[in-house]
């Protein structure tokens, strides 16, 4: 059996609609939203009395990101909000992009952060900026 295709990651958020109208502002689009509680949620991720918001975000080319709310149990926090890249685990996401110095711009206007930009060789351009929580979202532009 192999892998078809990567589905979706998830985020869990604290600030559900700040996070959300970030991805949306990136050109990501709603494509819903649900609230999902009782012991059948519980036994899938290994939490009892479980109530959380989901929002399910996919990119122009369908791949999804899901963010979720928790409300019970409360979500825990391992270590600092704006964590370094080189912190263990899931540090950033990248997005192949067009007119990145449009999307830097227009991402610092909705608050996102600039940590950094440069060019790789002759093939592409690469930004890294912070958005809310923390989130760190690269952004790839190919040239040529």
């Known amino acids: 059996m192999t892998i078809k295709r990567m589905d979706n990651i998830l985020i869990v958020v604290d600030d559900l609609e700040a996070v959300k109208a970030f991805f949306i502002e990136l050109g990501l689009t ?35 990101i899901e963010l979720d709310k928790f409300h019970t149990p409360d979500a825990v926090r391992f270590g600092p909000v704006e964590a370094p890249v080189n912190t263990l685990g899931l540090r950033r996401i990248m997005f192949a992009v067009e007119g990145i110095d449009t999307v830097v711009a227009r991402m610092q206007a909705h608050g996102a952060e600039l940590i950094g930009q440069m060019h790789y060789e002759t093939s592409y351009r690469l930004a890294y900026i912070r958005g809310p929580e923390g989130l760190i979202v690269g952004l790839a532009e190919q040239l040529g």
């Open 30 to 64: 709603l494509e819903g939203q649900t609230t999902v509680e009782g012991p059948c949620v519980g036994l899938l991720i290994g939490l009892a009395d479980v109530r959380c918001t989901i929002a399910m975000l996919r990119t122009p080319d369908g791949q999804g």
